[in-house]
């Protein structure tokens, strides 16, 4: 290797740099030895009912039993958690966690792939396991989070992945889970000068473009189902079978009513899944969203009115209204701090309770539902009989801000709780005393 070129030594050097700046310390979870049971907590299962002074047996990383009374093996770690709460882990459905470390440190934001068309991009791979923001958020409850690409027209896949491992594989729990396509704004700005508006498309191009994709793959599709040894692979249209075959859905950024028409038009004319994310003027276009079965992810409860006629409170009765409407939906965090306001889902959850939200329901748009939505209902987001023990234990109701997650399993390995919030405050701590 050359050692000689300056600029190749600084490159090198920034590297090992930033390796040391944006690497956690936690060490992940051993898996699981021995069953471990939660005796005399308050379950909230989610999926059901909320059982109280019940105990919850699991074993390999799955659940095996629930209920009062249990027996259970006498090799195992019996944990008395008395006047505590057990939920599900909490999951992000919207995030670039593991994807952007610092906004303002270009060398820490991998969100973004150069061009257009990049359905090939995947986010498992590029996901960082040794970020900072991983543990931060894990010590609020949050244990999985949908990593999403952005950028582009067709930004490329998302995946579910779990907040603790030592590697993108290993804390991949479902790859490819969602097409990430951004939608044109249709914005009503002033018209740009003449030179500005040949420099870029205009929102009409940018949807026909889109359109050209979806002729191309279909084209694609139909060759290599009539003459598969002749028909040479093109990664970027190959990436986009699942899709057309109606495997995968897409994933849109959609908060008006015309973004959010136009991708519902566009989702039946191909015979696409669709799942909307945003969703601010959801309710201006209830019956069409329901009527074809569109669940939305509100994007964040924390967040100014859309339209300049809007009440002050829409952003935060947006999920009330939905669930009265009988849409399927999940709440996100994201929002102006990015990945580093993963912590605060929760809260936002909390906040729509008081604005009309049932705290059951609030609960679920946390966990059950963006479970079932991105297709891992089956393995995580409540707690039941053969589930993975992906799940945390409270000193109170996780809604509330003074609570404290007690201790996180995911996939039954104790998870660590520190963070650099933990190390900063003990800091201090003996700072003062």
């Given at each position: 290797?050359?050692?000689?070129?300056p600029?190749k030594?600084l490159?090198?050097?920034?590297?090992?740099?930033a390796?040391n700046?944006?690497?956690?310390?936690?060490?992940?979870?051993s898996?699981?030895?021995?069953?471990?049971?939660?005796?005399?907590?308050i379950?909230?299962?989610?999926?059901?009912?909320?059982?109280?002074?019940?105990s919850?047996?699991?074993?390999?990383?799955k659940i095996?039993?629930i209920g009062?009374?249990?027996?259970?093996?006498g090799?195992?770690?019996?944990?008395?958690?008395?006047g505590?709460?057990?939920y599900?882990?909490?999951?992000?459905?919207?995030?670039?966690v593991?994807?952007?470390?610092i906004?303002?440190?270009?060398?820490?934001i991998?969100?973004?792939e150069?061009?257009?068309?990049?359905?090939?991009?995947?986010a498992?791979?590029?996901?960082n396991?040794d970020?900072?923001a991983i543990?931060?958020a894990?010590?609020?409850?949050?244990?999985?989070?949908v990593?999403?690409?952005t950028?582009?027209l067709?930004s490329g896949?998302?995946?579910?992945?779990?907040?603790?491992?030592?590697?993108?594989?290993?804390?991949?729990?479902?790859?490819?889970t969602?097409?990430?396509v951004?939608?044109p704004?249709?914005?009503?700005?002033p018209?740009?000068?003449?030179?500005?508006?040949?420099?870029?498309?205009?929102?009409?191009?940018?949807?026909?473009?889109?359109?050209?994709?979806?002729?191309?793959?279909?084209?694609?599709?139909l060759a290599?189902?009539?003459?598969?040894k002749?028909?040479p692979i093109?990664l970027?249209l190959?990436?986009?079978?699942p899709?057309?075959?109606?495997k995968?859905?897409i994933?849109?950024?959609?908060?008006?009513?015309?973004?959010i028409?136009?991708?519902?038009?566009?989702?039946?004319?191909?015979?696409?899944?669709?799942?909307?994310?945003?969703?601010?003027?959801?309710?201006?276009?209830?019956?069409l969203?329901?009527?074809?079965?569109?669940?939305?992810?509100i994007?964040?409860?924390y967040?100014l009115?859309?339209?300049?006629?809007a009440?002050?409170?829409?952003?935060?009765t947006?999920?009330?209204?939905?669930?009265?409407?009988?849409?399927?939906?999940?709440?996100?965090?994201?929002?102006?701090?990015?990945a580093?306001?993963?912590?605060?889902?929760?809260?936002h959850?909390?906040t729509?309770?008081?604005?009309?939200?049932?705290?059951?329901?609030?609960?679920?748009?946390i966990?059950?539902s963006?479970?079932?939505?991105?297709?891992?209902?089956d393995?995580?987001?409540?707690?039941?009989?053969?589930?993975?023990?992906t799940?945390?234990?409270?000193?109170?109701?996780?809604?509330?801000?003074p609570?404290?997650?007690?201790?996180?399993?995911?996939?039954?390995?104790?998870?660590?709780?520190?963070?650099?919030?933990t190390?900063?405050?003990?800091k201090?701590?003996?700072?003062?005393?």
């Open positions: 290797m050359n050692t000689n070129n600029l030594n490159a090198i050097l920034w590297s090992l740099l390796t700046l944006f690497a956690s310390d936690q060490i992940p979870g898996p699981q030895k021995r069953p471990v049971i939660l005796r005399n907590a379950i909230h299962t989610v999926s059901g009912e909320t059982i109280e002074n019940a919850i047996l699991f074993q390999d990383g095996a039993e009062a009374g249990l027996a259970f093996p090799e195992a770690e019996a944990i008395d958690a008395k505590q709460h057990v599900p882990g909490l999951i992000e459905s919207y995030s670039s593991g994807l952007i470390e906004d303002s440190i270009r060398a820490s991998d969100n973004v150069v061009g257009a068309i990049n359905p090939n991009v995947r498992a791979v590029a996901f396991p970020s900072e543990p931060v894990r010590a609020n409850g949050v244990l999985s989070a990593i999403v690409p950028g582009g067709v896949r998302s995946a579910v992945m779990m907040l603790d491992g030592w590697s993108w594989e290993s804390m991949t729990l479902q790859a490819d969602a097409m990430s951004t939608w704004r249709f914005s009503r700005a018209r740009p000068r003449r030179e500005e508006a040949e420099a870029a498309p205009s929102d009409s191009d940018r949807l026909g473009l889109l359109h050209e994709v979806m002729r191309e793959v279909k084209a694609y599709s290599r189902i009539k003459a598969p002749d028909q093109d970027r190959d990436a986009m079978l899709v057309v075959e109606g995968m859905p994933l849109v950024q959609a908060n008006s009513v015309k973004q028409q136009t991708a519902i038009a566009f989702a039946k004319q191909y015979q696409l899944k669709l799942i909307l994310i945003g969703g601010a003027d959801a309710m201006h276009c209830e019956n969203i329901k009527e074809a079965d569109v669940p939305v992810i994007s964040s409860v967040r009115p859309s339209r300049h006629d009440a002050y409170d829409a952003a935060y947006l999920p009330s209204q939905l669930q009265a409407a009988g849409i399927r939906f999940a709440i996100a965090s994201d929002g102006r701090f990015g580093s306001g993963l912590r605060n889902l929760p809260y959850a909390a729509a309770v008081a604005f009309g939200l049932t705290e059951e329901q609030a609960v679920r748009s966990t059950l963006p479970a079932e939505i991105f297709g891992v209902a393995r995580i987001g409540s707690l039941a009989v053969g589930k993975e023990a799940l945390i234990v409270t000193d109170g109701n996780i809604l509330e801000s609570t404290q997650v007690l201790r996180a399993f995911i996939q039954g390995r104790q998870v660590d709780l520190s963070s650099k919030h190390q900063l405050r003990d201090y701590q003996a700072k003062y005393k």
